[in-house]
């Protein structure tokens, strides 16, 4: 399967904790995006990579969290001390267009 | 006031019918328009996007934008019980990167 992969999917953690996801990107695609969505609403942007280049932050994204796309490949979304807030799906998407993003299945936080 | 303002629904249909899902949005600035479909507990998939004004055909899929009215509309004919899912609708500004996403319209086809 050549789609974008996250890993882990699920990933239960109690508040306080550090948790790391991974994304990998389609492999051709040089663009690369970060989302968090809860439940009933859509996704809401997080960050944006060109190649290793991070060259959009989202004001949601406090000083606790902190991306990654070394070498323009694979990407990691770290979140330090988590609160019950954090809890959410979080996605990735790649593209080599802007405007034709695709996603991965997510990574499921749950923060106890 | 949001950027991109999107009914949730539920919106409930006959199989066959025609569905009609809108968004509208407040910046006139915003370059590209998109729609996604995701199922529940995936990854949203996009369906289609657009640049301009017009309509765009693909399917029994037709994406329509107003910019004069900031307006953006799905339409899906001859819907299938397949076609249940949350739609989403998706906004990039001109010369930014940043994509803002509707919450989504809820759409159930009764077979």
């Known amino acids: 399967d050549t789609g974008v992969s996250q890993n882990p999917r699920h990933k239960i953690t109690k508040r306080g904790q550090n948790v790391t996801f991974r994304c990998d990107p389609i492999s051709e695609h040089n663009r690369l995006y970060w989302y968090r969505q809860t439940l009933g609403q859509g996704p809401e942007f997080l960050t944006y990579?060109?190649?290793?280049?991070?060259?959009?932050k989202s004001r949601l994204l406090s000083d606790r969290f902190s991306a990654e796309r070394p070498k323009g490949s694979f990407s990691t979304l770290e979140i330090q001390r988590t609160e019950q807030g954090d809890s959410a799906m979080y996605l990735c998407?790649?593209?080599?267009?802007?405007?034709?993003?695709?996603f991965g299945p997510g990574t499921r936080l749950t923060v106890t | 006031q949001k950027e991109v303002e999107q009914d949730p629904g539920p919106l409930s249909v006959p199989e066959g019918a025609i569905v009609s899902l809108n968004c509208t949005y407040s910046n006139s600035a915003f370059q590209y328009f998109m729609w996604y479909r995701q199922y529940s507990r995936k990854g949203p998939e996009l369906l289609m996007y657009?640049?301009?004004?017009g309509n765009k055909e693909d399917g029994r899929f037709t994406a329509q934008v107003d910019k004069s009215s900031k307006y953006i509309s799905l339409f899906i004919r001859d819907s299938q019980p397949s076609d249940s899912a949350t739609y989403l609708c998706?906004?990039?500004?001109?010369?930014?990167?940043?994509?803002?996403f509707g919450a989504g319209t809820r759409l159930f086809v009764k077979a």
């Open positions: 998407a790649s593209s080599l267009l802007q405007a034709e993003q695709y």
């Open positions: 998706a906004i990039v500004k001109t010369g930014g990167f940043k994509t803002i």
């Open positions: 657009t640049y301009s004004s």
């Open positions: 990579f060109q190649n290793e280049a991070q060259l959009e």
